[in-house]
């Protein structure tokens, strides 16, 4: 009778947590895709089947913003990770002085508002901000570059920024696995020649493959997400040319003429395109769970 009551109580927990989970996430999810089978202005919606679908194939600003994501995605991902992990072992070194303010410091960036820091990088980047001046100063331009007004400078300026908020996130997850790793292992590896790069590769990097598989699907679907550098810094300009995936379906719900069914279709690819590249990175990393 009371392994019975044990169990009662604790499917009662479960189906508590069941019922949050399936209102707050499952729900929604459900609802969107209903929503992105209908179409029209506003609250004035018919159902189109997959028409939405369809018309994205044919949108030329849901191309652009779907390979600027990409691009953001292919290049600020690897190189965030590897400074994350640079950073990370270098962190962990216990000869090294003052490593609680450097881990500070490169951590901080993460906790910053999402708006201040963009706005920030918005003025650091202007034509008379303090990059332009620091370049000046060194003499290694003549002329102030056109951060925020050029295409791939612009997309540039994006990619600096979301380094350096999420550098120092995915170092503490990489450092915190490190300072669990027996120091045997390195010892041992030191006696047998082992070089520091050597004991990189072949400890480090698989001690840490789970956490790596981790960062980097987070670090994915993130990216996947961008919305607040784009919106703050240049505001998708110049033209499209930075606009990613969420900004395009918050034009379509806000700025442009109202139409929440395709807005919904555009999100829903987001929702694919994590699946997708989820599903590669574990298959990347041998992962078979």
């Known amino acids: ?25 499952f729900y929604p999810m459900v609802q969107a895709f209903l929503l992105s089978l209908r179409s029209g202005m506003g609250a004035n919606l018919e159902f189109v089947g997959f028409d939405n679908y369809v018309r ?11 390979t600027n994501t990409f691009i953001y995605l292919l290049v600020q991902v690897p190189v965030m990770i590897l400074l994350a992990l640079f950073f990370s072992v270098l962190l962990n070194d216990p000869k090294l002085k003052f490593r609680g303010f450097f881990r500070t410091a ?28 620091f370049l000046l100063g060194m003499n290694l331009i003549s002329t102030p570059l056109n951060w925020l007004s050029d295409p791939v400078l612009a997309k540039i300026t994006i990619i600096i920024a979301i380094t350096w908020r999420w550098t120092g996130y995915n170092m503490i997850f990489y450092l915190s696995a490190l300072q669990n790793v027996d120091k045997s292992m390195y010892e041992a590896a030191r006696i047998d020649g082992a070089s520091s790069i050597q004991q990189f590769f072949f400890i ?31 505001n998708g300009g110049p033209g499209n040319a930075t606009m990613s ?43 078979r769970d």
């Not at 990097?205 to 790596?212: C, D, S």
Request: a negative charge.
């Open 106 to 133: 490169i951590f901080l960036p993460a906790v910053t508002s999402l708006v201040a820091y963009a706005v920030i990088f918005k003025y650091l980047f202007g034509n008379d901000g303090l990059v332009n001046e």
């Open 204 to 234: 480090t990097i698989p001690l840490l493959k789970p956490i790596i598989l981790f960062t980097s699907i987070v670090s994915t679907i993130g990216t996947l997400q961008l919305f607040d550098e784009v919106m703050n810094i240049t």
């Open 1 to 25: 009778m009371t392994r019975l009551k044990k169990n009662y109580i604790g499917w009662i927990f479960i189906l508590l947590s069941v019922l949050g989970i399936g209102l707050f996430y």
């Open 56 to 66: 994205l194939f044919s949108d030329p600003t849901f191309i652009t913003s779907l």
């Open 245 to 287: 995936i969420s900004m395009y379906i918050y034009n379509l719900s806000f700025e442009y003429t109202p139409d929440f069914g395709y807005a919904a279709t555009v999100s829903y690819v987001i929702v694919v395109l994590v699946v997708i590249l989820s599903f590669l990175q574990f298959r990347v990393a041998g992962d």
